[in-house]
């Protein structure tokens, strides 16, 4: 439906309000054989209550059914790979997993400056052998702070500086 008013808006909504059911937008492809396949969709996803979720799904074997790839919970909090992203006190707002053993969970951060290849920029890993590895693939200091203030870092040259930002520099 649409509406005129403060806002336009196309509107797609799901009469039966119980848990379980959600509106859905379908992206879909005809195979070779001719039949329609669900590859994509954006769903909003009723999960108690009041309480909705945001999620993104895709399809990459031409199966019909997209898979759910990201979720953005009713809290704001985002779950890459899995459908429920697990928080601590800490209040972490994302949670990135590998539904895999033989496939790393990572978040790569790369800007205009470093690139955007796969040895460019800062990564942060959880390998497959479960060892968690930090990277920062630039020519570039790794930078340690607390309360505002650098505390120790690893220069470009794998010096290890704790109290100092210089190589060979006094307390």
Same mark, same amino acid.
């Given at each position: 439906?649409?509406?005129?008013?403060? +806002?336009?808006?196309?509107?797609?909504?799901?009469?039966?309000?119980?848990?379980?059911?959600?509106?859905?937008?379908? +992206?879909?492809? /005809?195979?070779?054989?001719?039949?329609?396949?669900?590859?994509?969709?954006?769903?909003?996803?009723?999960? =108690? %209550?009041? !309480?909705?979720?945001?999620? +993104?799904? $895709?399809? $990459?074997? %031409?199966?019909?059914?997209?898979?759910?790839?990201?979720?953005? $919970?009713? !809290? =704001?909090?985002?779950?890459?790979?899995?459908?429920?992203?697990t928080m601590n *006190? /800490?209040?972490?707002?994302?949670?990135?997993?590998? =539904? /895999?053993? *033989?496939?790393?969970?990572?978040l790569r951060l /790369?800007?205009?400056? *470093?690139?955007?290849?796969?040895? &460019? =920029?800062?990564?942060?890993?959880?390998?497959? &052998?479960?060892?968690? @590895?930090? @990277?920062? @693939?630039?020519?570039?200091?790794?930078?340690?702070?607390?309360?505002?203030?650098?505390?120790?870092?690893?220069?470009?040259? %794998?010096?290890?500086?704790?109290?100092?930002? $210089?190589?060979?520099?006094? &307390?």
């Amino acid at each position: 439906s649409s509406s005129s008013g403060e +806002f336009n808006a196309l509107t797609i909504s799901q009469a039966n309000n119980s848990s379980g059911n959600e509106s859905r937008i379908r +992206f879909k492809r /005809t195979t070779d054989a001719g039949s329609d396949r669900e590859v994509a969709a954006i769903v909003a996803d009723r999960v =108690g %209550g009041n !309480d909705t979720a945001l999620v +993104f799904e $895709t399809n $990459t074997d %031409g199966s019909d059914g997209a898979v759910e790839r990201v979720r953005i $919970t009713q !809290d =704001g909090n985002v779950g890459i790979g899995l459908d429920t992203p697990t928080m601590n *006190s /800490t209040g972490i707002a994302a949670h990135v997993h590998s =539904g /895999t053993s *033989s496939t790393a969970a990572a978040l790569r951060l /790369t800007n205009a400056d *470093s690139g955007s290849g796969a040895s &460019d =920029g800062f990564l942060v890993t959880l390998w497959n &052998d479960d060892n968690a @590895y930090v @990277y920062n @693939y630039e020519n570039t200091n790794l930078i340690f702070a607390t309360n505002s203030t650098e505390r120790m870092r690893i220069d470009s040259s %794998g010096n290890l500086l704790v109290g100092n930002s $210089t190589f060979g520099a006094e &307390d």
